[in-house]
């Protein structure tokens, strides 16, 4: 199984926000088979850029959800997004300045944790009162 196959823990019981994490995790997976495959740092590049940017949309669409719910910690939770964003430029910028062509192992090693601490322990929080207001 690869590190960023689909995994059912993953599952939070929301239909809309586990459709965006499968993208998540395919474009994460891609990133990881450029990499494997030893395509041009560009080609690396490109792959860095879709997940952020799909990243961007998920965060946003995740706080409007939150929003929606009235989730009561939608702040804190919007504060865990901008930090996530900011890793991931930070470990995006410290590739295009290396001289390496594959992404650092650290670079997967961020990407697995924030998938395991985010989705497993943050996203699932929302998710209960999601999931409660559905069933009221
Ligand atoms: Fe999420
Ligand atoms: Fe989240």
């Known amino acids: 199984m690869g590190m960023f196959d689909w995994d059912p823990a993953y599952d939070i ?9 499968q993208v998540l995790l395919q474009l994460m997976a891609k990133l990881q088979a450029v990499c494997d495959a030893g395509a041009p ?4 590049l490109t792959a860095v ?3 952020a940017a799909f990243t961007v949309t998920h965060f946003r669409d995740e706080e409007a959800l939150m929003e929606r719910i009235g989730f009561a910690d939608r ?3 919007g504060i ?10 930070e470990h995006k910028r410290a590739f295009v300045a290396s001289r390496d062509t594959v992404l ?3 670079f ?27 069933s009221a």
Request: no cysteine.
């Open 49 to 51: 850029d879709a997940l």
């Open 108 to 134: 997967f090693q961020f990407l697995k944790g924030w998938l395991k601490s985010h989705i497993l322990g943050v996203d699932t929080k929302y998710a209960t009162i999601a999931r409660q207001q559905k």
């Open 13 to 21: 019981g929301v239909t809309s926000m586990n459709r965006e994490h």
């Open 80 to 89: 865990i997004h901008k930090q996530l964003l900011e890793k991931l430029d």
């Open 75 to 77: 702040k804190l939770h």
């Open 104 to 106: 650092a192992p650290a």
């Open 41 to 44: 740092k560009a080609a690396v």
